[in-house]
């Protein structure tokens, strides 16, 4: 087992110290212990599971439905996934002895009320960086520890933190590379792999464990969006899964969105239904066994990589959830485009690779990398839409809806992120899908009205001899909304 460089920060004597790694404690200076899950729904490789499990006689294992975020974030389909990752995580729960302790209503209330009823004096949860979290977390810890609770939050949702990441000025990175060099070589010096078994101490006694609602019950029920399955085990097979063929052409194939070539982990990485590290060590570990898959190892690990540098980003600037991480670009004039913004989000802009990404959005919950970069692009230089629109709407029909990657990818298509495509660089969504999807068979999938279409004309129906009448014309001249794109960007850049 090697360590995973992973720090707890709490009251004395681990306070920023190195994380118990899940050795327990005498049994006479163990105490009643309440684990927190949020995006950490896995009973392997969960540091913060780890320490209550050590340090604990007993064990309360609890989630709190907030409605704040379920109402916020809108998302149908993510909150279904929610569902099922809590309902197989309360069953593996079960499997071990314990339970899933289930409340709903506002965690700054429902947290010290279960550590009272609980009789606990330990509670630990893993690490957020968003700006709404960090607030609600330190308001509960101030609240656990005035009733003596200590409090432990563990680094788990990244391998590496902004803060442990830093230039040789000591301050955060803005550029991707850099970051991936430091990265890179403190992964080198520490190996931080997954941690060993859990061995989870028995529940409290007394502790109602109330239950987890319907899909229905939180008006979700009539979605129709085909999510994945949720859960650990779930999660595990699909790493193996990507392990054993995909992830060795990764570096050829994960432009290509008609293929099965990426790992499709986000969403369980999401919810935290396995852990970045989990997924980093088992890709290397195969690099070193394998050889020939080393190069698309390597190119699959630095997109984890760029999970972390968004993270990052987001906890040293926390502004950029609303405006833009450089200010510069806040003179931007954007379109007030309502007919433009719903053709997009209805996947008819007659551009097919772009309906094609926003029907699978639809379809699946989930869009295709590549695609996902196509479509921003279309969204901010084409039809010159502010990309805070487009951000939102992803994050509300994403199975994979995270704060931190969905703002970074958002601000590095619209140019005004750290480290974003240049603001010159504008994509062609024609080239764009006869490069990547070449035959059309990704965007016959999505949309069948191509179906017909040969592969000459089907990124560009309107000039074939027989356009399908039931699919758009194009709703924009992407020539003229380049230069427009580039005149107002011009604008800014010389002030």
């Known amino acids: 087992m090697r360590l995973p460089g992973a720090a707890c920060q709490g009251g004395a004597p681990f306070a920023g110290g190195e994380v118990g790694l899940g050795v327990a404690l005498p049994a006479e200076e163990r105490v009643r212990a309440l684990h927190w899950f949020r995006s950490d729904l896995r009973l392997r490789d969960n540091v913060a599971l780890a320490e209550a499990a050590a340090r604990g006689e007993r064990l309360v294992c609890a989630f709190v439905l907030d409605d704040r975020l379920l109402g916020e974030s809108g998302a149908p389909a993510r909150i279904r996934f929610l569902l099922d990752c809590l309902g197989r995580l309360d069953a593996d729960l079960r499997r071990r002895g314990q339970r899933l302790v289930v409340r709903h209503g506002d965690p700054c209330r429902e947290i010290p009320r279960l550590l009272e009823q609980a009789r606990a004096g330990l509670l630990t949860f893993d690490r957020d960086y968003a700006p709404f979290a960090r607030t609600r977390d330190a308001t509960i810890s101030r609240a656990a520890e005035k009733q003596g609770v ?28 850099p970051f991936k060099n430091a990265w890179w070589r403190r992964y080198r010096e520490e190996q931080p792999g997954p941690i060993g078994p859990i061995r989870l101490p028995p529940p409290v006694g007394g502790l109602a464990a109330g239950s987890l609602p319907d899909a229905a019950a939180l008006g979700v029920a009539g979605d129709a969006t085909e999510i994945p399955v949720g859960g650990e ?83 040293d600037n926390p502004h950029v959830l609303r405006r833009n991480f450089r200010p510069e670009f806040d003179r931007v004039r954007w379109n007030e485009d309502e007919a433009g913004f719903a053709a997009w989000c209805e996947g008819r802009t007659g551009f097919p690779i772009v309906d094609a990404g926003m029907r ?23 039809l010159l839409v502010d990309w805070r629109r487009g ?92 230069l427009e794109a580039l005149r107002r960007f011009e604008v800014v850049r010389s002030g």
Not at 158 to 170: K, P
Not at 362 to 381: C, E, Y
Not at 471 to 481: E, G, M
């Open 150 to 177: 200590e409090v432990l939050d563990c680094k788990d949702r990244v391998i590496f933190e902004g803060s442990e990441l830093r230039t040789q000025q000591g301050t955060p990175y803005r550029v991707f590379t």
């Open 360 to 382: 699978q959005l639809a379809r699946t919950g989930w869009m295709h990398n590549r695609v996902r970069m196509i479509v921003a692009s279309f969204l901010t230089k084409d």
């Open 233 to 315: 085990e779930a999660a595990r097979r699909r790493l193996r899964s990507f392990l054993a063929g995909p992830v060795a052409r990764y570096r050829e194939d994960r432009d290509l969105p008609a293929l099965d070539g990426t790992s499709r982990l986000s969403p369980y990485l999401r919810l935290g239904a396995i852990s970045a590290r989990t997924c980093v060590d088992a890709a290397l570990e195969l690099a070193q066994a394998e050889p020939k898959a080393e190069p698309g190892v390597r190119s699959w690990v630095e997109e984890l990589v760029w999970r972390d540098f968004y993270h990052a980003v987001l906890s």
């Open 391 to 482: 951000e939102r709407f992803f994050y509300a029909k994403l199975v994979d809806g995270d704060p931190a990657s969905n703002n970074g990818g958002w601000q590095w298509a619209a140019s005004t992120g750290t480290d974003a495509q240049p603001w010159f660089r504008i994509f062609n969504p024609v080239t764009q899908g006869e490069r990547f999807d070449p035959k059309g068979v990704y965007v016959r999938r999505f949309v069948p009205e191509l179906a017909k279409v040969s592969a000459r004309f089907v990124h560009k129906p309107w000039e074939s001899p027989a356009p399908p009448a039931d699919y758009p014309a194009p709703i924009l001249d992407h020539a003229s909304r380049r």
